[in-house]
């Protein structure tokens, strides 16, 4: 790579005119630098045996170790301390600057808590409360929920924008730290920041007090976390859901053409804990309710095959993996009949042909049973929570199964 000189910066050679400046080593902001990052760990880790994985490039494996890298983070799993503080010291011989920092208390801005009966518990109150001061709410009332059940939240062209209002804040940071806490320990607020976020270029005073809506909700709720207690009975378990056109209004739709489409949302549990979850438009509109479910949980299985085949690896280096049957295989659960059929009986149907065949990409695991698609009542779908705004009773019964609690 090669960089240009500044301009009146000149070397005994000449000047900006005719020379330039050849990068040695690679520099912190390139584009490239992250994977060059990559490279050179990959190499460091290879020398002293460690194997990538052939599925995830963050996972490597070396005997009973595994070690898992988040950027320039990583967690070490072993049988004991002994073994893991071996390898440590053989990552710092091989030239990496690597802190021994012992059992996770916090990780990448997640408290870790072990209780004795053997739950562990991941909470952000310092990012909570750090989103509390920045929207600065004072002593108003904290809500029970993250959104209005009686609102879905539109471009409002006609509406104040959010900078000649009475808001203290910045809409975009605000938007960033609830984007980061969804994704790390607050499911339950998912479906609530996505909708804000989608207005981030364009803020009006209705998504502002969205917002403040959200923050009350998480001042009354600052406690709360993800809790897993595993079960060992269970293997993988998906729910996903979908919300069809949900978002339309016909007064907004001239300024916004995703109130035409659809919302998905899946979770996904191991051993009963939740280990991913997501709200998002669709990216085509559906033109019936079996499509936009049958979409939503081909969505949900994208995530869902690459973590059967992560585990299937783990049980060919000989790591217990928790499943209730020889295979690895999942249960995606679903409250729409005609979604069930058109999964478990592919064929064409003159109202579901023209969907589009990227969809149809899990039917060959259907076909093997290591995917079994099962219904379920829509008060019992968990996956509700992620696609549409739920009066109170309802959106604590599924907090329960997202959060643990």
Known sequence: MYMELRKGIETRHGSSKDHMLMLLSNLYGQKQAGRVWNSYLVEKLRSIGFQPSLIDECVFFRDDVIF?????????????DQSLTDVIREISAAGLDIEDQGHPADYVGVTITKHSNGCKEFTQRALIDAIINDVNIGDAYTKPVPAKATQQLHAYKDSPRFDECDFNFNYRSVTGKLNYLTQTSRSDILFATHQVAKYSSDPRKEHGEAIVYI?????????????????????????????????WNKDFAQHDSSTAKSRSGW??????????????LQSQVALSTTEAEYIAMSMA????????ELMTEFRERNFKVICTQPQVYCKVFEDNSGALELARLPKLRPRTKHINICYHHFWEHVRLGLIKILPISTDDQIADALTKPLAQNAFCRHRKYLCGA
Not at 69 to 76: A, L, P, R, T
Not at 301 to 308: E, F, K
């Open 68 to 80: 898992i890298v988040y950027v320039d983070d990583g967690i070490f799993l072993g049988p004991n």
């Open 215 to 247: 923050v009350r909700y998480l001042k009354k709720t600052r406690h709360l976390g993800l809790k897993f207690r595993p079960n060992e009975s269970k293997g993988f378990e998906c729910y996903c859901d979908s919300d069809f056109a949900g978002n």
């Open 267 to 280: 979770v996904i549990f191991y051993a009963g804990c939740p280990i991913i979850w997501a709200s998002k």
């Open 301 to 308: 299985l994208r995530d869902v095959i690459p973590i059967m």
